[in-house]
């Protein structure tokens, strides 16, 4: 599920300081190329930026789906639920949390977020990490949206962190793949949220949210934390919880969706 979560003040982070943003629209090459310059004043390599930007070209199945993916939460509470949330989802979340059972009460401990949300999300966004995280490379895809003028300064925030993650050496950029909005891993991060959230949680020096189960599940929790979830109170719609979900997703549907799949999984 595409998740728009980025704050005017981590895109202006991301550019190294600079407001500037670049030109949206005419020349692709030329607007590629001083993106480049952007992400260089920003920290990243030479290197990373030719390897990752040099004969990208955009991508018009990107902007069509794009322009129709506004109408993902036109259904009603029970029509979308009972599309999202059936006994054999159910049944793996429930297989899920005993095979992760130590896992899970580590991630509860230091981020205070039940572990019945977390394989809720993780269910919905990616079938438990079996299902589509997506086939497209990152760069083309942020690089296409970014160029597009609807939401440019979104996207060109959300392309200067994809070549951050391969900066900072999370992902390799062959394995920088993900979905139509540049959402990355088993739980679907943008970008940003990849930078700003992501936690390695099983030691070995990358936080990889495309194959690392505790790195997937403690960066989820790390999101909820930070945005104000609270363990052991209530999160149905209306609570301080469920508002901190808005993070995740802002749709009420979606939300709801975490929160009844949630239920299910401890068997209410």
């Given at each position: 599920?595409?998740?728009?979560?980025?704050?005017?003040a981590f895109?202006?982070?991301?550019?190294g300081?600079?407001?500037?943003?670049?030109?949206?629209?005419g020349?692709?090459?030329?607007?590629?190329?001083?993106?480049a310059?952007?992400?260089?004043?920003?920290?990243?390599?030479g290197?990373?930026?030719?390897?990752?930007?040099?004969?990208?070209?955009?991508d018009?199945?990107?902007?069509?789906?794009?322009?129709?993916?506004?109408y993902?939460?036109?259904?009603?509470?029970?029509?979308?639920?009972?599309?999202?949330?059936?006994?054999?989802?159910?049944?793996?979340?429930?297989?899920?949390?005993?095979?992760?059972?130590?896992?899970?009460?580590?991630?509860?401990?230091?981020?205070?977020?039940?572990?019945?949300?977390?394989?809720?999300?993780?269910?919905?966004?990616?079938?438990?990490?079996?299902?589509?995280?997506?086939?497209?490379?990152?760069?083309?895809?942020?690089?296409?949206?970014?160029?597009?003028?609807?939401?440019?300064?979104?996207?060109?925030?959300?392309?200067?962190?994809?070549?951050k993650?391969?900066?900072?050496?999370?992902?390799?950029?062959?394995?920088?793949?993900?979905?139509?909005?540049?959402?990355?891993?088993?739980?679907?991060?943008?970008?940003?949220?990849?930078?700003?959230?992501?936690?390695?949680?099983?030691?070995?020096?990358?936080?990889?949210?495309?194959?690392?189960?505790?790195?997937?599940?403690?960066?989820?929790?790390?999101?909820?934390?930070?945005?104000?979830?609270?363990?052991?109170?209530?999160?149905?719609?209306?609570?301080?919880?469920?508002?901190?979900?808005?993070?995740?997703?802002?749709?009420?549907?979606?939300?709801?969706?975490?929160?009844?799949?949630?239920?299910?999984?401890?068997?209410?």
């Amino acid at each position: 599920m595409p998740r728009l979560l980025l704050a005017a003040a981590f895109v202006v982070s991301l550019a190294g300081g600079s407001a500037q943003a670049a030109r949206c629209g005419g020349d692709f090459n030329g607007f590629i190329a001083s993106m480049a310059q952007e992400a260089q004043a920003g920290g990243v390599s030479g290197s990373v930026t030719n390897a990752a930007l040099s004969g990208v070209a955009p991508d018009p199945a990107v902007l069509a789906f794009d322009r129709r993916q506004r109408y993902t939460f036109n259904k009603t509470f029970e029509q979308y639920v009972s599309t999202r949330v059936g006994p054999g989802r159910i049944n793996g979340g429930r297989a899920l949390l005993q095979r992760h059972a130590a896992l899970l009460s580590r991630i509860e401990q230091q981020f205070g977020v039940p572990r019945y949300i977390l394989v809720a999300i993780w269910g919905l966004e990616s079938d438990f990490g079996k299902g589509d995280t997506g086939k497209l490379p990152v760069i083309r895809t942020l690089a296409t949206l970014a160029h597009d003028c609807r939401r440019t300064d979104l996207f060109q925030g959300e392309l200067l962190a994809a070549l951050k993650i391969v900066q900072r050496g999370d992902l390799p950029l062959r394995d920088l793949i993900g979905a139509y909005a540049g959402e990355i891993g088993q739980t679907q991060f943008l970008p940003s949220s990849y930078i700003k959230y992501g936690v390695d949680f099983d030691g070995d020096g990358h936080v990889d949210l495309r194959h690392s189960i505790p790195d997937v599940l403690a960066s989820t929790a790390n999101l909820l934390r930070t945005s104000g979830f609270k363990m052991g109170q209530p999160y149905g719609e209306g609570t301080p919880n469920f508002e901190a979900m808005r993070e995740w997703n802002r749709a009420v549907v979606y939300r709801k969706t975490i929160g009844y799949f949630a239920d299910r999984l401890m068997g209410q």
